[in-house]
């Protein structure tokens, strides 16, 4: 993969992206404008795409947000219902990404899912609900494509689970398709960075697959920082945040995040 971009690059490829926005609410685009993205506490939420990417951080820095990566590497979103509440509901949030779907999608056995369509599609709604009542906005977004090529061997399935669903790919997007649909359903704002990665010239994933690479936490960062800058407005005046370094702990083949207190 061409690890040439960084992500401290987004700021320059902004206008380079296609609308990133995705599906939005209109409600949201106008209401949205009247307040300020300076201050606010932005929350990253999903499995290892989040839990390991650069892109959240880069956008709440962007954007002159707090921020706090609440996500997991391994989780589905059956287990993401028992995490979000000490890990994103108590931080406070403003504004929410859910990215699911990576392992969701993994077979178990033949044609059994971790986590079936129809139950991630509720999962989803569920989360929604509770980031909706604690006062905060959610934003869906849509798993970038993982590489069939090294999939079987990356993450320990048998290519003979998948026959009935045609490819891990395809599979992966009936999870993405979902997320389209719930976000319609919902009325919640939706950045369909499936879509966006298909336009990147340089390889989205790492060598594993699945990971993002340096140009796919750009391609990320660029559409979250688009859908907020073009839903909200900004204080040149305001006081600028200041970050502190997220830690991760490698945990055999997964990694979590170490929340800061």
């Not at 391609?219 to 997220?246: I, K, M, Q, W």
Request: glycine share 8%.
């Amino acid at each position: 993969p061409d690890e040439s971009s960084s992500p401290a690059d987004v700021s320059a490829e902004l206008s380079h992206n296609a609308d990133p926005s995705g599906d939005i609410n209109e409600e949201s685009q106008v209401s949205g404008m009247t307040e300020t993205l300076d201050g606010k506490m932005l929350v990253v939420f999903g499995d290892s795409i989040t839990a390991l990417g650069s892109w959240g951080k880069t956008a709440a820095e962007s954007c002159n947000m707090r921020f706090f990566n609440g996500a997991f590497g391994g989780i589905n979103t059956e287990e993401a219902l028992d995490l979000i509440e000490p890990f994103v509901i108590s931080r406070g949030p403003d504004i929410v990404t859910l990215c699911f779907g990576m392992n969701d999608l993994l077979m178990t056995a033949k044609d059994i899912p971790q986590v079936t369509p129809e139950e991630f599609a509720e999962n989803l709604k569920t989360m929604i609900g509770l980031v909706t009542a604690c006062g905060a906005t959610p934003i869906l977004m849509t798993a970038n494509p993982l590489d069939e090529s090294v999939f079987y061997a990356s993450q320990g399935q048998s290519e003979s689970w998948y026959s009935s669903v045609g490819s891990p790919l395809a599979w992966l997007d009936v999870y993405n398709q979902k997320t389209r649909e719930v976000a319609a359903d919902t009325g919640t704002a939706l950045i369909d960075t499936r879509v966006l990665c298909d336009s990147s010239e340089a390889a989205v994933t790492i060598s594993d697959g699945i990971h993002l690479s340096a140009a796919g936490n750009n391609v990320f960062a660029a559409a979250l920082v688009g859908y907020l800058t073009s839903n909200y407005a900004s204080d040149p005046d305001a006081e600028r945040v200041v970050y502190d370094e997220s830690v991760y702990i490698p945990e055999g083949e997964t990694v979590s995040l170490l929340p800061e207190y």
